[in-house]
């Protein structure tokens, strides 16, 4: 399995409702961060959190990060369609591993008005 | 904010053609650039790491031949696809990173479709 695995693979939601993705990674971390991505576009950063932080907000975006379980969660409060996209979680290990990021398969999710 | 442009947004050619993308950071001076590849619904693959003034790193499996990167400057670097064959057909995306800065900035990607 890769670094960074998303799950659900797809989602789909209310508007209204709150959506929560999950990831999973293998490997001691330096910090996670979430990247969103529209269709056919590139991706824009939405969060870091570092590895020694439980939990981050920012704005409806709430993301929470287990080292022991070495698991992440972003949770997206109060939905829009607007949201509609790709979420990916992105892993940066030690320094010894230099500026690379490795990028999990991604949730799509959908928010329906 | 700091902004990545990235240059064709889609592009057609033929096979045998090669194809250069650019990528330039407008905001800032990039450090590292990084090239991705992206089939659809699927994640990003990372093919190489680019730092300015110095040859690209490449990904294992990824053919340093067919897959030119220059970084000549700290705010652009260019991935030419050369010899390009409708396997190549893709979307690519470019990405930079400044020092000390742990995000990414992405560009907008470039749809490639080899005929």
């Known amino acids: 399995s890769q670094q960074g695995e998303e799950d659900p693979q797809a989602l789909s939601i209310q508007e209204g409702e709150n959506a929560t993705m999950n990831c999973s990674y293998k490997t001691s971390i330096n910090n996670l961060q979430w990247y969103r991505q529209n269709s056919g576009r590139g991706l824009v950063h939405l969060i870091l959190?570092?590895?020694?932080?439980r939990e981050k907000h920012s704005g409806r975006l709430r993301v929470t990060l287990d080292t022991s379980k070495k698991s992440s969660s972003l949770l997206i409060t109060a939905s829009r369609a607007a949201d509609t996209a790709s979420y990916f979680c992105?892993?940066?290990?030690?320094?010894?591993?230099?500026?690379?990021?490795?990028f999990g398969e991604g949730t799509q999710l959908t928010v329906n008005p | 904010g700091a902004v990545v442009s990235q240059h064709p947004s889609w592009v057609i050619c033929k096979s045998g053609t090669s194809v250069k993308i650019e990528c330039r950071s407008l905001d800032f001076q990039a450090t590292t650039m990084f090239w991705y590849r992206q089939f659809p619904k699927q994640s990003l693959m990372l093919m190489a790491t680019s730092n300015e003034g110095s040859k690209a790193t490449y990904e294992q499996g990824v053919e340093k031949d067919k897959f030119l990167i220059n970084h000549a400057s700290l705010t652009l670097s260019t991935l030419t696809v050369t010899s390009a064959h409708p396997e190549d057909s893709s979307f690519y995306i470019c990405s930079a990173r400044w020092v000390r800065v742990e995000k990414l900035f992405f560009g907008s990607g470039t749809q490639l479709s080899v005929l």
């Open positions: 992105a892993t940066r290990r030690g320094e010894t591993s230099g500026s690379r990021l490795t």
């Open positions: 959190i570092r590895s020694n932080e």
